[in-house]
């Protein structure tokens, strides 16, 4: 997905962000969720190759 819109900076505490989430609708909430799910997954499965990133392999 293409967003032509600038890019805006805020910041805000968790509480404010839990607030502004508990307006959106309940398909928003769905598609943020599987937003987070999928950044979260891919954080994870980083911190897990570089764990076990080795330039030498042996059995």
């Known amino acids: ?9 805020l910041k805000l505490e968790f509480d404010q962000v839990l607030e502004l989430v ?3 609708s309940q398909e ?3 598609k ?3 937003v987070l799910e999928k950044d979260t997954l891919n954080q ?4 897990f190759l570089d764990v076990f990133k ?3 392999i042996s059995l």
Do not use: A, F
């Not at 997905?1 to 900076?9: G, I, R």
């Open 1 to 9: 997905m293409v967003n032509n819109m600038p890019q805006l900076s």
């Open 22 to 24: 508990q307006q959106l």
């Open 28 to 30: 928003e909430k769905i």
């Open 32 to 34: 943020l969720s599987q």
């Open 44 to 47: 994870k499965l980083t911190e």
């Open 54 to 56: 080795n330039d030498q």
